[in-house]
T-cell receptor, first 114, second 114 residues
């Protein structure tokens, strides 16, 4: 059963506009959330994270918003750039549980066109 | 540079053969993981190890085996019992002291069964 869901397999955005990637989770024990970015034939790289004690975390062009009541988080990229084209994975963990045990969503392919 | 090295990058195997994927890290991380990625499936955990000489099954361990004889190394053997082994395999590691949830990934190994 998928505990972390990314319901949009793909997203296409024009360069300079905002990209919004969404993620839902079902396990109320999750208290730490991460976004990873992955290019083809490479391993994912960590992008940004948020703890459940916050509702927003910002790092440059990337902002993650967390809505605990809705069990929903989103990644905003502003402005989007062609180099942002990649697969984005949402991941979650319960930090009382197995060390580093992350649950991943299926990913969203973001395409940023000029 | 510190990082995770996976080899080989590409591997072809005939049905019925076992194959071992190498994963080495020089990050001095305690925990190591193997994930499998299939198109549209996200990342699924095969095995993980929190400490030398100890490892646990993940969500899809059937048909796989691992060993953790050294802190730096966590090889994965795909056995002939794995019914659908063609996939992209990712090794990762994390700091063992407390769970930030952040994983560091290798560049992956693509296994194709002919």
């Amino acid at each position: 059963d998928q505990q972390v869901k990314q319901n949009s397999p793909s997203l296409s955005v024009q360069e300079g506009r905002i990209s919004i990637l969404n993620c839902d989770y079902t396990n109320s024990m999750f208290d730490y959330f991460l976004w990873y970015k992955k290019y083809p034939a490479e391993g994912p790289t960590f992008l940004i994270s948020i703890s459940s004690i916050k509702d927003k975390n910002e790092d440059g062009r990337f902002t993650v918003f967390l809505n605990k009541s809705a069990k929903h988080l989103s990644l905003h990229i502003v402005p989007s750039q062609p180099g942002d084209s990649a697969v984005y994975f949402c991941a979650a963990s319960a930090r009382g549980s197995t060390l580093g045990r992350l649950y991943f969503g299926r990913g969203t392919q973001l395409t940023v066109w000029p | 540079d510190g990082g995770i090295t996976q080899s080989p990058k590409y591997l072809f195997r005939k049905e019925g053969q076992n194959v071992t994927l190498s994963c080495e890290q020089n990050l001095n991380h305690d925990a190591m993981y193997w994930y499998r990625q299939d198109p549209g499936q996200g990342l699924r955990l095969i095995y993980y190890s929190q400490i030398v000489n100890d490892f646990q099954k993940g969500d899809i361990a059937e048909g796989y085996s691992v060993s953790r004889e050294k802190k730096e190394s966590f090889p994965l053997t795909v056995t002939s019992a794995q019914k659908n082994p063609t996939a992209f395999y990712l090794c990762a590691s994390s700091i063992g002291s407390w769970n930030t949830g952040e994983l560091f990934f290798g560049e992956g190994s693509r296994l194709t069964v002919l």
